[in-house]
């Protein structure tokens, strides 16, 4: 009987033209264009220069935020008030005025100070281009022997957020797809023909989700393909390891989806609930922001977030190398979530007899 619906099941994913399209061109999509839009990178600052030293180490400064990658230089006024105006104007982001007597400070060996304003509507834009101006400003920076960034050395953004793009991806289409297939069948009323049948909770469940399993690995497998051929991102751990705990919260998602789907009387109120429970677990994972920079309370609240141990496996695993053991932990918090789940949703499958 279980090889009978399993059949039946991969037959409806198969008939279903429109799914088998969306497993492909998604996945492509979201790894093609997310990982170029969703940065918190901020380059080409717009700035105006005040040089009101007009000597040879204004002007070197001045080439060194012109040459760097993160300014724009886009306006030299004359005065404060001009370049105040170009910030008001949305014509820059901010202004750096350069006293008069800036060589003279440095000649004598005393700091020489300088005058910056930020446009800081976009808090997170000003603090960031404060930052980097900063370093070039700070005398200092120039006498480091060496630094060293460790699992990223570039500090590209992208390596950052690829792995957790991938976990996005699996919670999207293994968490909304099985939802989605069992009240799509409760409307069509194609269950009642099941229900009548002398299958037992547990093998209707197993045969609801094991299509979306293998989905998941092919998502992956293609995910991963594309990681190497557009960023060449590859593992630096185990491929083994992304499989064991990928296969552990597929688990626990496809779980999350029969649970929701055994609650939906429609497939509205199934995606109204599917889609606030992945927005939820989407912005509270660490994918953009770390969660150590979250206030105390929502630290708490992610606990119970099963995206923030896959998402912080992926990124050990893929950046740092990571084997089982550095990730025992993780993996014991989502056996635990897969057990609790798929234990309510074999409950709660509301079979008659």
């Known amino acids: 009987m279980l090889r009978y619906l399993i059949e039946k099941e991969f037959k409806q994913l198969i008939r279903n033209s429109f799914l088998p399209r969306l497993i492909l061109i998604f996945p492509c999509m979201i ?151 069992v009240v799509g069948e409760k409307e069509a009323g194609t269950i009642e023909q099941i229900n009548v049948t002398p299958v037992s909770r547990f093998t209707f469940t197993l045969s609801k989700l094991l299509p979306y399993w293998l989905i998941g690995f092919i998502v992956l497998n293609l995910c991963m393909l594309l990681a190497w051929a557009v960023y060449g991102l590859t593992p630096a751990g185990s491929i083994f390891t992304i499989y064991l705990a990928t296969l552990i919260f597929v688990l626990v998602m496809s779980g999350l989806g029969l649970v929701i789907s055994n609650y939906s009387s429609t497939m509205q109120q199934a995606m109204f609930v599917m889609w606030f429970c992945m927005l939820i677990f989407i912005l509270m994972s660490g994918l953009f922001t770390p969660i150590s920079s979250m206030p105390d309370w929502a630290q708490y609240i992610t606990y119970i977030n099963p995206l923030r141990y896959f998402m912080e496996m992926m990124r050990m695993v893929y950046l740092k190398g990571s084997g089982i053991g550095d990730i025992v932990q993780q993996l014991c918090v989502l056996s635990c979530f897969a057990t609790i789940l798929y234990g309510w949703a074999i409950h709660s499958y509301r079979k008659q007899q």
Not at 41 to 46: A, F, P, T
Not at 106 to 111: L, S
């Open 31 to 181: 790894m093609l264009v997310m990982p170029w839009a969703a940065t918190l990178e901020i380059e080409d600052l717009r700035i105006a220069i005040i040089d009101n030293d007009h000597t040879p180490s204004s002007l070197r400064l001045t080439h060194r935020i012109e040459s760097s990658p993160y300014f724009k230089l886009v306006a030299l006024p004359d005065t404060y008030h001009k370049a105040v105006e170009c910030i008001e104007r949305n014509q820059a982001d901010m202004l750096l005025e350069i006293p008069k007597g800036f060589e003279k400070e440095q000649v004598n060996g005393r700091p020489a100070s300088a005058l910056v304003a930020i446009n800081a509507v976009n808090g997170t834009k000003g603090g960031l281009g404060n930052t980097y101006l900063q370093q070039i400003l700070n005398p200092q920076s120039t006498s480091v022997a060496s630094i060293r960034y460790r699992f990223n050395p570039h500090l590209d953004y992208k390596t950052f957020m690829v792995p957790a793009l991938m976990t996005m991806l699996l919670v999207m289409l293994c968490g909304f797809l099985p939802a989605l297939n």
